[in-house]
Structure formats: structure tokens, C-alpha cells
């Protein structure tokens, strides 16, 4: 089924979940002194009946700065004229919005990501960039303006899920994958042996894809190999996380590792071994 945005934007709370912790996340990033902005997409009505569903009345004292019909990802290259909003209709003014700065309490329409670091004096590097879309609001703020950024992906709660129950299925997924490559590791493989192994491993992955969605599979992997989804989230999402309010967790200084990546022949090589002449 497909819902209109004025659906949503006339009944909110029939479509959208409310997070209990929102606004003591937000609070908690305005107490230590950061900045806070919100740019969207939607135009200045939408985003109004929304975030006051999500946050009460007075939702805009909790940003700093608030950017409307944003354009993403054009607003990360050329982006659009910056005007400014009438909040009483919803319109944009007709003249280009010409000030030095951004004042808190406006809500502006348009521009692009150079302007608005010029105008909040904020740098690439400076900015966590929070987003659920990963081309519009992580690759393209990542790789042309060197935004940090930390992806939301609320399927990630029931991913894991999966990964965690079905722990049996992976584990003999591993093991059939392994007796592959040893059964063709041989000059004289038997190759209907292999068909078979295969055909058998192809199941294995059909039944864990149908644990993940019936449908769809899981949105990270497809057997042994990541989607192109997960590969992008890789290689441009410094954090991800099912929600934002998760970092309510963690000191503001936390500083976030990832596991070291191993490449093929490093992860089948042992680094004690002595003999890697055939290699």
C-alpha cells in the first residue's frame, strides 16, 4: 500500500511512531553545547504537523537552525535559492534571503551545504549528519562535502534479531561453504559431489533469507555476500544504528571503532604460518 504525504500530514500519529526519548536526546546534545539543526525535504506545513506530533507545540526550540524543501542530494552540490519561510502560510517569501547568518526561530527554504556552512560558520568535518536515506542524506553529504554522518535504520532491531536466533543456520551456511572450497581445493574434484554440496548450500541461504523477510530477504546480505546497500553503508555511514536516541547511551566524547577488516587472504591465512610460498 502506498500513503500520500497529506495523509500523514493530516493524521501523523495513525502513520508515524512517536519515540519517547526524542526530545531527551535532543536536549541532551543542546546541554553540551552543540548546535542542532533539522533539513528536510517536505515543505514547511508537512514538517509542522509532524514534528508537532512528535514533539509538542513548541518543537522548533529545539533546533537551532531549521532548513525545509532542503532538495537533498541537489542541496549538497548546486542546491536551490535560500528564501525565507512565512510561517503563518507556509509560503516562502519571494525575495532570496540575503543575511549574513541564520537566526533561530526562522525557517528557511532551500539553499545549499556551502551556504549553510558559511552562514552557521560550521565545517564539513564538524557536522554529524543524522539520516535514513543512504544516497540522499549519507553518501552524497559524505563523499562531496565530508559531513560525518550516522545512518538510521530501524530494520537493523529485527536484523539482528535473525542473527542472533538463528545462529544454527549460519553456522551450517559457514560449514557448507568451507566443505566447498575444500572438495574443489583437489585436481580430481568430484564435480557432482559439488553440484550437490552447492545446491544444498543455496537452500540453507533461501531458508535464512526467508528468516529476514520472506519476501525480501535481509537488507544486509544475500548469503555470503553484502547488498549493495550494506556496501554503501560501509563504505560512507561512519555510525549506524536502528535510532538516533540510542547514543543517549554513550558520553558525547565516545569515540566509535569499527572491527579491523580482513581481506581474503588475510582471513585464510594464519599470520604464524611459515610456509605461504604456494599463496
Known amino acids: 500500500a502506498v500513503v500520500s504525504t497529506q495523509s500523514t500530514g493530516t493524521h501523523p500519529e495513525m502513520f ?39 514533539l509538542g ?24 535559492p535560500l528564501r525565507l519561510i512565512n510561517q503563518s502560510t507556509g509560503a516562502a517569501n519571494i525575495g532570496l534571503y540575503r543575511n549574513p547568518a541564520m537566526v533561530k526561530g526562522e525557517i528557511y527554504s532551500g539553499g545549499n551545504c556551502d551556504l549553510f556552512c558559511q552562514m552557521t560558520g560550521a565545517e564539513g568535518p564538524d557536522i554529524l549528519y543524522f539520516g535514513d536515506h543512504i544516497y540522499g542524506d549519507v553518501v552524497r553529504s559524505k563523499k562531496t562535502n565530508g559531513w560525518k554522518t550516522f545512518l538510521v535504520v530501524p530494520e537493523l532491531r529485527h536484523e539482528l534479531e535473525v542473527w542472533t536466533s538463528e545462529h544454527v543456520l549460519f553456522e551450517e551456511h559457514h560449514n557448507l561453504e568451507k566443505r566447498l572450497g575444500e572438495l574443489q581445493a583437489h585436481a580430481c574434484s568430484d564435480y557432482c559431489a559439488i553440484r550437490k554440496l552447492d545446491k544444498q548450500r543455496k ?24 547488498s549493495s546497500f550494506a556496501n554503501q553503508m560501509d563504505r560512507y555511514a561512519d555510525v549506524y544504528s536502528s535510532s538516533v536516541t540510542n547514543l543517549l547511551n554513550y558520553s558525547l566524547k565516545h569515540q566509535f571503532w569499527s572491527p579491523p577488516k580482513l581481506l581474503p587472504h588475510e582471513s585464510t591465512v594464519a599470520q604464524d604460518h611459515e610456509d605461504v610460498t604456494s599463496q
Open 16 to 54: 508515524i511512531n512517536k519515540n519517547a526519548l526524542l526530545a531527551k536526546f535532543l536536549d541532551y546534545l543542546r546541554e553540551n553545547d552543540k548546535k542542532v539543526f533539522m533539513l528536510t525535504n517536505s515543505p514547511y506545513t508537512f514538517t509542522n504537523t509532524v514534528m508537532k506530533h512528535l
Open 203 to 226: 537452500m540453507v541461504v533461501d531458508e535464512i533469507d526467508s528468516k529476514y523477510n520472506p519476501c525480501f530477504g535481509s537488507m544486509f546480505r544475500k548469503g555470503g555476500r553484502l
Open 57 to 80: 507545540n513548541g518543537w522548533q526550540d529545539y533546533f537551532d537552525y531549521v532548513v525545509v524543501k532542503a532538495c537533498k542530494p541537489a542541496f549538497f552540490a548546486q542546491g536551490t
